[in-house]
């Protein structure tokens, strides 16, 4: 996909209805179907999905910035990036590209959860500043084995980092 990887080349824009089918890699079905949800969002201003991209075009990693959530704060969700691709910053890219655009509506903080299950993620947010401030339950669709859709809940951690400088 990224033959002779460059970090360089990577392109952080808008991911778009157009882009569904291209994201598989980010989670099951139900998941998609989240994010087209979210995409219905954009339009009011409410919300941006962002999409970082290779050479190619592809979307090889994404995530949302949600403004509704939290008058100081832009909250990032469904930050994912291949697997294949993980490790090489492209999600540091993604996310400090998030923090450029939440710094510029005016927010003071930018928000993300992580579940206690994902150290590699939390280590991720932790090096790029992120401190926990509290613990909250959440709740989301997902898929067991069988197939089956259901109500997925946890208590997960928020953390949040000032970016009201770069």
Same mark, same amino acid.
């Given at each position: ?13 808008? !991911? ?5 089918? =291209? +994201?598989?890699?980010? /989670? ?5 179907? $989240? #994010? ?43 930050l994912a990036t291949r697997a294949e691709l993980m490790s ?5 890219? !993604? ?5 450029? =655009? +939440?710094?510029?509506? /005016? ?5 993300? $959860? #992580? ?52």
């Open positions: 996909m990224l033959d002779g990887f460059d970090l360089d080349a990577i392109v952080i824009d808008e !991911l778009t209805a157009d882009d569904l089918a =291209r +994201i598989a890699w980010s /989670g099951s079905p139900v998941h998609i179907r $989240s #994010v087209a949800r979210k995409l219905e969002r954009v339009a009011d201003g409410s919300l941006e999905y962002l999409a970082a991209r290779g050479p190619d075009g592809e979307p090889v990693s994404k995530g949302l910035i949600d403004y509704a959530r939290n008058d100081d704060a832009g909250t990032l969700e469904q090489r910053g492209i999600g540091t890219k !993604l996310i400090r590209e998030a923090e450029r =655009r +939440i710094r510029e509506r /005016g927010k003071r903080w930018a928000v993300l $959860s #992580v579940e206690d299950n994902n150290p590699r993620a939390r280590s991720l947010y932790e090096r790029l500043g992120y401190v926990e401030y509290a613990r909250v339950p959440d709740a989301w669709d997902a898929v067991n084995e069988q197939g089956e859709t259901f109500r997925y809940e946890t208590v997960v951690p928020l953390l949040r980092k000032d970016v009201r400088t770069p």
